[in-house]
């Protein structure tokens, strides 16, 4: 948890249980050669948190640490944010250990959760209904958070204090069953001690254990997700999943997978539940268009094969159609047109070869020239575009579009060249018949396209 040379900043309310870990620190930096400052934070919740304040005080100056302290309105903050007490003094707790952890170069914040509260904290999750990282409870580390004493039953903690003749304060709001934690304190642990003896231990235990569990499902979560889900576009607030590979996942992963996608979206997992995985879930199964609203901005959309995540943004002016006007006097010499991906069009009128063999490359198309009657364009599709898929009959682009399985999304990305209403050639995909290569053509347009 800490390294020779380290900062290490400890949370200091003055109770039996930071008092404890604050002692313990103090008995141990010069063995292991780190720096010890305290913070305090006051709540402003009871008569008696001026007391507790000066008795942090007087403690730190004793030993001559540096003491960081806040006050702060917690129970106006909770009624302005529409939190709980307890979420509030959370929040405004770990903001401030990270402030100071900033501001004085702290490598490590360390804070006094021992095996009861992390069995209390399971046992409320479990109530709540959970998963298996909600089963884990309190992790001894986290970024730059250490729990020193999350193996310490409280008992022990107060046995240690009173043996090396510490004094602390005592909360007198612990007593209050109003708050849910204290009811599983007060009440619902202590019957389980009796069922179980160190109950609270083996709960925690069985925290740890689930841990290890979690860590490992998360590891074999991020190999099915590269079998699965494209994360290119992630810094446009996009990720696709690809339905037929993640079909043959098992179930479970199934749904981490998803989680994942969700929080990789988020950049929070608070608030991503089961009704949000699930409602994605359902996606792969409806119809072409479908969508789920998600948390945090993000929607889930069905599109053939995959479900397409994507977070929304600041709003952008619409991008202009693409549109390029070909210059035909110059179609002999070759004219060279940048398409919006970073892709160049090569086009250029060549003579027919009849003995030559018509290319069937994606990047190279041929067109009888002479059939084309209209200035060329390269340009974004239009509602009106069609092509002739044989001698007589016609088909619009945005049914063509449709067919090919193109998302919705990405139809206004792509690129045709045409003339007039008639596509002659939709990039990375087939031409029109009409200008197809026959015996009697003379001059041939050759279409290329390089790059990307």
Known sequence: ???????????????????????????????????????????????????????????????????????????????????????????????????????????????????NDNAETILFHLCRGTGIDGLCGIRPVRDRVIRPLLCLERKEIEDYVDTVGRAYMTDETNADTAYTRNRIRNDILPMLEEVCQSAATHIAQTGELMTQVSDYLKLQAREAMDTCVDTEKIDEGCLRLTCSAWNNLHDYMKGEVIRMCIFLLAGNRKDISKVHVEAVRNLASLQVGSRCNLPYGIAAEKSYDCIFFQKETEEVPPKEPFEVTVNTEFLEQGVQVSLPDGRVMYLQVVDCDPEAEIPTKTYTKWLDYDKIKEPLMVRSPRRDDFFYFDNKNRKYVKDYMVNEKIPSAERDKCILVTSGSRMLYFVDGRISHHVKIDETTRRILKITVTGG
């Open 1 to 115: 948890m800490i390294h020779p040379g380290e900062k290490v900043i400890v949370g200091l309310s003055g109770g039996a249980d930071s008092v404890c870990l604050f002692d313990i620190l103090l008995a141990l930096r010069e063995e292991f050669s780190f720096t010890v400052e305290a913070v305090h934070v006051n709540h402003m919740l009871r008569e008696t948190a001026e007391r507790d304040e000066m008795f942090v005080k007087r403690l730190c100056e004793e030993e001559g640490i540096v003491l960081h302290i806040l006050r702060k309105d917690v129970a106006e903050l909770a009624k302005w944010r529409d939190m709980s007490l307890e979420e509030a003094g959370r929040e405004v707790r770990y903001a401030f250990f990270e402030e100071v952890a900033q501001k004085t170069s702290a490598d490590k914040v360390a804070v006094a959760h021992h095996a």
